[in-house]
């Protein structure tokens, strides 16, 4: 008989310790749909997991391919000439001019034949210069003026 009600109590004890944790889990999935630190936490396991895809398929091998076929050339010539002459020169100061002139002429040849043919002329006129504090020796002062002038020129011809 002394039995009866421990079985009895027991049982009620086990009830309640189910009802007590279904009421646990309950509360823990109430939490984790709701709580903004493990919705964080799962976005950032979410993200690793699809950077840890996009690094693992870096070494995933790659095939390219890829072809050109022309015929081709081109042809250029070039003159010019540059004069420099020293205005002022000494130890602590310099000042150069100079002249200069450049002419060049290019064509580019395709499978047709002449596909183009341009020139350029330029022409500059140039001044520079430098003055260095002899007591120091760093450099003072620097002076450099230029002009250039460029014309260029050009005859296409297409060819399809």
């Known amino acids: 008989m002394k039995r009866l ?3 009895a109590a027991l049982t009620l004890a086990g009830i309640s310790s189910a009802t007590h944790a279904a009421d646990l889990m309950g ?15 799962r976005a950032l396991h979410e993200q690793a997991t699809f950077r840890l895809e996009q690094a693992k398929a870096l ?7 890829g072809g050109a076929v022309g015929v081709g050339g081109a042809d250029s010539r070039t003159k010019g000439a540059e004069v420099s002459y ?6 602590a100061s ?6 200069g002139y450049d002419a060049k002429k290019y064509e580019n040849f395709d499978i047709n ?3 183009s043919r341009y020139q350029t002329r330029a022409s500059s006129v140039t001044l ?22 460029t014309n260029s020129c050009c005859n296409t011809k297409l060819t399809l």
């Open 27 to 41: 509360a823990w999935q109430a939490a984790q749909t709701r709580d903004p630190e493990i919705a964080a936490a």
């Open 94 to 99: 310099n000042l150069n001019f100079s002249v």
């Open 128 to 149: 520079s210069g430098n003055h260095i504090d002899t007591r120091s020796n760093k450099l003072f002062n620097t002076l450099f003026c230029a002009i250039t002038h």
């Open 86 to 91: 020293p205005l002022l020169r000494s130890q």
């Open 59 to 65: 070494w995933a091998p790659t095939v390219s391919a």
């Open 113 to 115: 034949g002449l596909a």
């Open 5 to 7: 009600p421990l079985i």
